[in-house]
């Protein structure tokens, strides 16, 4: 008999199958992510800069060793860059013209590519942890200026990793969008912890954290961080990563938790990819997106591998079934960190 | 400048690249769902009875012409049949044994495959008219078998069409899920639908199809169906098939409107068939749980073509981007529906 459990928060159901179970090999994806066709047309590459627009953030290596952070201007594109943030060419949110407002169904917002390294292959399974950390600041100065906008509700920090899922070029890169209203699952997420939070003054998330930590879904913690992989996951090997301090937003980690949280990414992605052959996976940042939420949401970083199909079930009804128990995933991606 | 859509109940937003939208060669898989790779062992088609467990309901042909309703024993396994509908041997839900509840997080329910024809291939957009009443009064009977278990809370009635869509075995079938518990999808809807009956005191569908059969998102009508794209596809292609008459359930539906059913189910699913290669599709019928919901509930079945992939963005906002206007998806099919 399989088990029904519900998340956390969300009035979302996820069928485990504990019955007819499957273990790490039965999903190992044949090909890894990405194939190894590397075009010498990547327009993430350096000396292609001119294929992208202007970058709107570029962190460089200065000659003391310090990191200076700059623009491209129009004519002019920055060479030796650690990383660089441009408009994405197929945006689906764009700056509002004069008189455009999210009122008369306009998409306006803004819709950015992340280019985590000058190193093609330079995923963060494989990154050095001082290269993560600069995307990890990048993705905190993305964050700040978006959302400083008037006509911005919430800001997505996202990464799809191959072409199952969904990433078209295979040049390490992130995604972020900033969107005129607060989307459905944020939405859902903010009211669930807001009404957890009035009635026993206590935040929910830091709840989950004290039980997770004890629980046979942790995969590994640090100082500031723990990996865990949820009670119910909908994804199989699905995983969390949460910091341990309260806050709403990351707009405000210190350096170093954000060294923590680069390796933390890196050691549990690492894990992932050697585990089932680099399989393609989404992530996304999951944040408070307003000083108002900052006493009862707390942000973290959710990571769905990409081995199965919701299908016509999952569509029409929004219950999930999930092949791989959280506690058997645990315990596999466990078992990695330690032989890291 | 793209649009933002919301959907008619939830609260659901949608991108409509109006921008850079996609035209459907653009959107043609090189392959069709299924390659034509018939397996000899295929346990759907005849003379592989034993290879399911013993048929739940069988129609089969008499010699007067009439269909007769059966069932399989156990030793025995019906030939001849027009369709028959079988546990699934991977079953998500599985009947309580004595003492087991839905309160202690068990998976009860059921889980069945209707197996829509002998004949392999004979998938909605190809069926007979004939084939495919037998495949709804099939859907029928299990809805109204399993929806007066006194465990079951919701059943749903669903197809997976090609593997990429989840469909795991090329014959054609569709597959029922009983579960003990209201779903997330169905729940927001009867909770929306219920508020505006409340409000307004007309039914929310009821609306929408006045509105929808007078604007550019309508495919084609008959005398008891309309098939339209509906306003916030969050799939590109994506329609829904709503009776004219008011009815939360199709359980008591009239041959005449079943009839219409089928025809309407075929002319649009071979629309898709044809213009998109024969793409893989997820199909669900929407449907109130019980008496309590006939007054502000309305069935219908929506169909997912899946021609795009959901990433990070969609998977950690619920914000979904649909690159063909359900206008431009409309016309098209429509141009279909009448040269067939």
Redesign the interface.
């Known amino acids: ?5 519900k998340d956390y928060l ?4 996820v ?3 504990t ?2 179970k499957r273990r790490p090999t039965d999903l190992v994806k044949k090909n890894a992510a990405f194939q190894a066709t590397k075009l010498s047309s990547c327009p993430f590459c350096p000396g292609n800069e001119h294929m992208t627009p202007p970058a709107q953030l570029v962190f460089l290596a200065s000659d003391d060793g310090n990191i200076v952070k700059d623009k491209d201007t129009d004519g002019l594109r920055h060479k030796n860059w650690l990383i660089r943030c441009v408009r994405n060419l ?5 700056p509002p ?1 004069k008189g ?1 407002s ?1 009122e008369e ?4 917002g803004h819709h950015e590519v992340l280019i985590e390294s000058p190193n093609h292959d330079e995923h963060p399974a494989v990154a050095k942890p001082q290269q993560l950390i600069q995307v990890i600041n990048g993705y905190i100065d993305r964050l700040k200026v978006l959302s400083s906008k008037p006509y911005v509700r ?1 800001v ?1 920090v ?3 990793h191959g072409l ?4 078209s070029l295979s040049h390490a890169h992130s ?1 972020v ?1 900033a ?3 607060l ?5 859902e997420e903010l009211k669930a912890s807001r009404d957890i939070h009035e009635r026993n003054g206590r935040c929910a998330f830091c709840e989950i954290l004290e039980r997770e930590r004890k629980s046979p879904r942790l995969i590994m913690e640090n100082q500031s961080f723990i990996a865990f992989a949820p009670w119910a996951s909908v994804h199989p090997f699905e995983f969390w990563i949460m910091p341990k301090a309260h806050a709403s937003t990351f707009k405000d980690i210190k350096p170093g938790p954000v060294k923590d949280l680069a390796i933390i990414m890196k050691n549990c992605l690492g894990g992932l990819k050697s585990l089932l052959n680099d399989p393609p996976y ?5 944040i408070g997106p307003n000083a108002k939420t900052s006493e009862f949401y707390h942000w973290h970083l ?1 990571v ?1 591998p990409k081995l199965t ?5 999952e ?5 999930y ?1 999930n092949v791989v128990p959280p506690e058997d995933a645990a315990q596999n991606l466990k078992k990695l960190m330690k032989s890291q």
Chains 1, 2 share one sequence.
Do not use: C, D
Request: avoid cysteine; glycine fraction near 8%.
């Open positions: 008999m399989n088990e029904l459990r969300l009035s979302r159901w069928v485990i199958a019955h007819r197929y945006s689906a949110f764009s013209r455009e999210f169904g306009k998409a306006i919430y997505s996202f990464r799809n199952e899922a969904g990433a995604q969008i969107a005129p209203m989307p459905r699952i944020p939405a989404n992530y996304g940042f999951h959710e769905y199909i919701w299908a016509g079930f569509k029409s009804t929004g219950i079934i």
